[in-house]
């Protein structure tokens, strides 16, 4: 299972996502097609552009509850205060990508920043 973990600043768009999705996916060597799902914080299920782009991608967005991102928040890479402050987490996109995939699963490397989205590639089992 490869899951991508979208953070973002409120109104952000498609395109943005989209973009964010793209270049986190390039860094590792990976396509869109590998994805089994989108996730994100609570905080962000109002956010039309990411419940949006998963429609766009045929995908499931997954909504995490705070308790489930402060779970995985050891396993984050990178620290952002503002996350910390509002999520409870050191990253949005890191936490969102490892809760949802799961028990075992890594992330491939800290967030990607791109404009006004981060985002988070994580695997589970043998995924490449």
Known sequence: MIVAGIGSRKGVSV????????????AHG?????????????LKKDEDAIAATGRTLN?????????????????TLSNSSLSQKSAGTPSVSEASALAVAGKGAKLLGPRTVLGPVTCAIAIRGDAP
């Open 15 to 26: 395109e943005d996502v989209l973009a964010a999705i793209e270049t986190a996916l390039e």
């Open 30 to 42: 990976l396509a869109m097609s590998a994805l089994s799902a989108l996730a994100t914080a609570a």
């Open 59 to 75: 995908l499931p967005v997954i909504i995490v509850d705070d308790a489930a991102l402060r779970a995985v928040s050891s396993g």
